[in-house]
């Protein structure tokens, strides 16, 4: 069995709500790490990915070439901001049927912002882990790297004791940075922000970072969280090689304002949802 890390940190690790998400690891094969809970694509969904599309167009680029190319990026995501229109080096990035079916200016709108502000909270963290002596320009950047499947294989798998079983662990982590030993997690986040949802994404990045350690034990793990919100742009992550150990028991809850994503939150007792809605 495995199951999905998303499907873990949206819940905030509430036991109840994650084991109806183990699946079964023989059709695991087609799994393509996108969230499959989400069904069509929504607006916020097509904005989180154009930001995630931004950011690694520029950090995929040399580090000699980097700084002109995001200046240029950065311009012309502003330019949107002024003339409400979609420059062509950021359809290109996006492609040209990125705003098919969408409020135009709307869209526009809101990608800008989340655009712009995830890009600058990505080299802040780029530029801050460039003070490292002797490092800047040197790390190596890969993006959506795996966990699971034939990209680690060679290294072990990722198991952790979950409802008395072994069980997988799948995702992809949204950027990976490596200088020398330095290993560095980073989890990209857009939208509106919340501390309950912050705690979310913290739990997400703990366990991604608690893989790595497993994977590349040779390695210094640090882990960040990026968003508009946070000082600086980014977060650093405690690790914690303990985070299943509240996964023992598959009827406890762990109630909280992300009950309203979870499919039992009218049948469930605990949840927040079904209490406030009662209120209501």
């Known amino acids: 069995m495995y199951l999905r890390v998303s499907?873990?940190?949206?819940?905030?690790?509430?036991p109840r709500a994650i084991e109806p998400m183990l699946r079964d690891s023989s059709m695991a094969g087609g799994y393509s790490g996108l969230d499959e809970s989400i069904r069509g694509e929504t607006e916020a969904l097509k904005i989180g990915n154009a930001a995630?599309?931004?950011?690694?167009?520029?950090?995929?680029?040399p580090p000699e070439e980097r700084e002109?190319?995001?200046?240029?990026?950065r311009?012309?995501?502003?330019?949107?901001?002024?003339?409400?229109?979609?420059p062509s080096l950021i359809s290109d990035i996006l492609g040209e049927n990125f705003l098919h079916g969408a409020i135009h200016d709307q869209l526009l709108m809101s990608s800008w912002k989340e655009c712009h502000y995830l890009?600058?909270?990505?080299?802040?963290?780029?530029?801050?882990?460039?003070?490292?002596?002797?490092?800047?320009?040197?790390?190596?950047i890969k993006a959506e790297m795996k966990i699971h499947g034939e990209d680690v294989s060679s290294?072990?798998?990722?198991l952790k004791d979950i409802f008395g079983s072994k069980t997988l662990l799948h995702g992809s982590i949204d950027l990976v940075l490596e200088y020398e030993d330095y290993f560095v997690v980073a989890e990209l986040k857009t939208g509106a922000f919340a501390e309950w949802k912050k705690k979310t994404w913290e739990l997400q990045t703990k366990i991604y970072s608690d893989a790595c350690k497993f994977l590349y034990p040779d390695k210094k793990i640090a882990g960040f969280i990026l968003h508009k919100y946070l000082t600086y742009g980014y977060n650093d992550v405690d690790g914690d090689s303990?985070?299943?150990?509240?996964?023992d028991d598959s009827t406890k809850t762990i109630p909280g304002e992300h009950c309203q994503y979870c499919d039992q939150?009218?049948?469930?007792?605990?949840?927040?949802?079904?209490?406030?809605s009662s209120i209501r």
């Open 242 to 247: 303990h985070w299943a150990d509240s996964l």
């Open 52 to 61: 995630h599309k931004v950011v690694q167009y520029v950090l995929d680029n």
């Open 119 to 140: 890009l600058y909270c990505s080299i802040s963290l780029l530029r801050y882990l460039e003070k490292i002596p002797d490092s800047e320009g040197k790390w190596e």
């Open 155 to 158: 290294k072990g798998v990722y």
């Open 68 to 73: 002109k190319v995001y200046e240029e990026v």
């Open 7 to 14: 499907d873990i940190s949206k819940y905030l690790g509430c």
């Open 75 to 86: 311009n012309a995501l502003d330019s949107i901001k002024q003339d409400v229109e979609m």
């Open 265 to 276: 939150k009218l049948s469930c007792n605990a949840s927040w949802f079904k209490q406030i």
